[in-house]
């Protein structure tokens, strides 16, 4: 067997193999657009964040993002690896509690939490609440002392970093709707209100400086950001932290040109950071939380598709269209996302020619792909995408009413499908008749 250059074999008729199982045999079962996740790799993923603190022997903890990908089978995985998880609306916590997943290790983040999803929170009672605004101090004043219940809660800070990222998803930088800003005061009037707070146990503080991020400069200035206000926490009134939550972001390949650092460095870096400065201060270790989604999930999951139109512009450009696109796949057209994709049926044959891939909705912009190299295409060939395992699903539509693909997991050799693909009785399900 070959390799890719994602690291997913080849079999000896050329057929891309994912979680040692033929992708056309899976493109046939299950049929097209179709999201695959190499479970092996979810594993070995999780492990990689949670290695270097055992290894180290420091308190720590990973929670999976889940707006990355959330199903009731990804949280019994993450679960089973021992992650925590982090959700940010009622339907990821519906989802998490049907997966079964512990609710102390569930944390609730969101800068617009509502009463019924605070409500909703206490009364399963979450492990920690990520407050993000003075708004929901009130909120959480009100119903904590209606209900006699205490929660663990965290203040979310924005530290002033802008990370080497899409500005889309840049969300440490001062001018941001994300936490309380740490440079005119916003931070240290939260922390005073919720010191002593007969109902919220402070634990400690919060931020994520933005995502897809190749290196760890940016997180340990975050740290040392944090660690500046709390010393002057500390001087004042006697604060140590039992908890510091430096979010997510860690970087994954989509493209050759993507070099991310492998997980573990990420995570040594911050032990290193946050242990630096708590010696500086002269406080106890505190318990080092992080939030990875897209690379716990990102790199595992490819999406087949099948090859339909081919349109030839002479001295301009090669089509290909295949039977799915934005409705699957929203980042291309949301922020450029960029991928690399081969024919799952031809994986071995040389590539020949530059081909664009169009998506298949009414739209000039639902392109997956452009000027990708690929060997002869016919209509009926499988595409299969990479790196398409976070925010793929989680961020699928119904534009032109296409149903949601389904979503299959494959691990030593078997496959299982763990969400049904939408019929157009599911599209819908929920109109209701006008006339009649």
């Known amino acids: 067997m070959l390799y890719t250059h994602h690291n997913y074999k080849v079999n000896e008729h050329g057929h891309l193999m994912?979680?040692?199982?033929?992708?056309?045999?899976?493109?046939?079962?299950?049929?097209?657009?179709?999201?695959?996740?190499?479970i092996e790799r979810v594993r070995q993923n999780c492990r990689d964040f949670m290695d270097p603190f055992k290894e180290q022997q420091v308190k720590g903890r990973v929670a999976y993002a889940s707006k990355a990908f959330s199903s009731i089978g990804i949280l019994q995985v993450i679960?089973?690896?021992g992650l925590s998880v982090d959700v940010v609306s009622k339907g990821e916590l519906y989802t998490a509690i049907k997966a079964g997943f512990d609710p102390e290790r569930i944390h609730l983040h969101g800068n617009n939490k509502s009463e019924s999803e605070l409500e909703m929170a206490i009364k399963t009672g979450v492990g920690c609440i990520v407050i993000d605004n003075f708004y929901e101090i009130e909120l959480l004043d009100k119903l904590l002392s209606q209900f006699k219940k205490k929660v663990n809660a965290l203040i979310r800070v924005t530290p002033g970093i802008e990370s080497d990222?899409?500005?889309y998803i840049m969300t440490g930088n001062e001018d941001s709707k994300f936490g309380f800003n740490l440079q005119n005061g916003q931070a240290k009037a939260a922390f005073l209100k919720l010191q002593h707070h007969p109902y919220i146990n402070l634990k400690g503080v919060h931020c994520h400086?933005?995502?897809q991020i190749f290196e760890t400069e940016g997180f340990i200035l975050a740290t040392n950001r944090l660690f500046n206000e709390l010393s002057k926490w500390h001087k004042m009134y006697q604060y140590e932290p039992e908890v510091i939550n430096l979010g997510g972001g860690f970087g994954i390949q989509y493209t050759k040109e993507d070099q991310p650092l492998h997980r573990s460095q990420y995570v040594n870096a911050l032990i290193k950071a946050v242990e630096d400065q708590a010696n500086k201060i002269q406080i106890p270790m505190p318990e080092?939380?992080?939030e990875p989604g897209r690379s716990i999930v990102g790199d595992a999951g490819i999406t087949l598709y099948t090859i339909g139109s081919i349109k030839n512009i002479p001295h301009i450009r090669k089509y290909i269209s295949v039977d799915g696109g934005m409705t699957d796949n929203l980042r291309p057209a949301l922020y450029g996302a960029k991928y690399e994709a081969i024919?799952?049926?031809?994986a071995n044959s040389p590539a020949s020619q530059k081909i664009s891939v169009a998506g298949k909705c009414c739209e000039s912009g639902d392109m997956l792909i452009w000027d990708l190299s690929l060997p002869h295409v016919e209509s009926g060939d499988?595409?299969?995408?990479?790196?398409?395992?976070?925010?793929?699903?989680?961020?699928?539509?119904?534009y032109?009413?296409?149903?949601?693909?389904?979503?299959?997991?494959?691990?030593?050799?078997r496959h299982r499908l763990v969400i049904k693909r939408e019929t157009y009785q599911d599209v819908v399900r929920n109109d209701l008749p006008y006339i009649g």
Request: no cysteine.
């Open 343 to 346: 024919l799952a049926n031809k």
């Open 165 to 167: 990222t899409h500005h």
């Open 209 to 211: 400086i933005g995502s």
């Open 382 to 398: 499988l595409l299969a995408v990479f790196s398409t395992g976070a925010y793929g699903y989680s961020m699928a539509s119904h």
């Open 18 to 38: 994912i979680g040692e199982v033929d992708a056309t045999l899976l493109a046939k079962k299950y049929e097209t657009p179709l999201y695959i996740y190499d």
């Open 400 to 413: 032109n009413r296409f149903s949601k693909p389904a979503v299959v997991f494959v691990e030593n050799g």
């Open 79 to 81: 679960q089973q690896e």
């Open 288 to 290: 080092i939380w992080i």
